[in-house]
């Protein structure tokens, strides 16, 4: 069936490390890819997608590149910021609409 | 920009009792969803709905579950007789189509506690 993996939390960082979380998937048929982002006390906001084998999306200085070949979409950021601590969720979503979660990534950014 | 609005922001209900988490999708979309997150686990789809009816369901989603779009503006999940275990945070999301490409949108969710 169809599901996502990504890196245990919680991560934690000083600002302005750079950033990277490990996410992979396993799906039939040719997958959209989503990163959401749940800041404290709020709800699920789109950080960016990916349609199609070797897209890159961006957003608020992160990216993720759709990799086929290993079945990735790692987020990452150059430089953190203490206002990135939240929880990172990696998603599919396959022909179908509905989306496919992984457990999210805790990250915290110490000043 | 508009939202996903859901009310109420915490709900506490007795086991056995039932309870209706209501939600306002954005005006121009027309795909309608319910995930939950119990605490500590992850995000998992509930069901989805257009032209007022139900288009995917989960096995989590039994005859405990309804949904309903009671009007233009609302679209509700009800739970009839609510057990321990459904305590959790629930979202609701709308798209402006099934696209697997179109983002959801999702609200600010409901925590449901069941003593």
């Known amino acids: 069936g169809n599901s996502v993996t990504q890196m245990e939390g919680p991560v934690t960082l000083s600002e302005e490390a750079f950033l990277t979380i490990n996410c992979t998937y396993t799906?039939?048929?040719?997958?959209?890819l989503f990163w959401y982002v749940q800041y404290p006390g709020e709800g699920l906001q789109l950080l960016l997608k990916?349609?199609?084998?070797?897209d890159k999306g961006s957003n608020k200085g992160f990216e993720a590149t759709y990799r086929k070949e290993t079945t990735s979409f790692h987020l990452e950021k150059g430089s953190v910021q203490v206002s990135d601590s939240a929880v990172y969720f990696c998603a599919l979503s396959v022909l179908d609409d509905k989306i496919i979660f992984g457990k999210g990534t805790r990250l915290h950014i110490l000043p | 920009e508009p939202e996903v609005t859901q009310t109420p922001s915490h709900q506490v209900t007795q086991m056995g009792q039932e309870v209706i988490l209501r939600c306002v999708p954005i005006s121009n979309h027309l795909y309608f969803y319910w995930y939950r997150q119990i605490l500590g686990q992850k995000v998992e789809f509930l069901v989805s709905?257009?032209?007022?009816?139900?288009?995917?369901k989960s096995e989590i989603f039994d005859d405990q579950f309804s949904v309903e779009r009671p009007d233009g503006s609302n679209f509700t999940l009800k739970i009839r007789s609510t057990k321990l275990e459904d305590s959790a945070m629930y979202f609701c999301a709308s798209s402006t189509d099934g696209n697997s490409n179109q983002p959801q949108h999702f609200g600010d969710g409901t925590r449901l506690s069941i003593l």
């Open positions: 990916a349609t199609k084998a070797d």
């Open positions: 799906a039939t048929g040719y997958p959209s």
């Open positions: 709905f257009y032209n007022n009816e139900i288009s995917e």
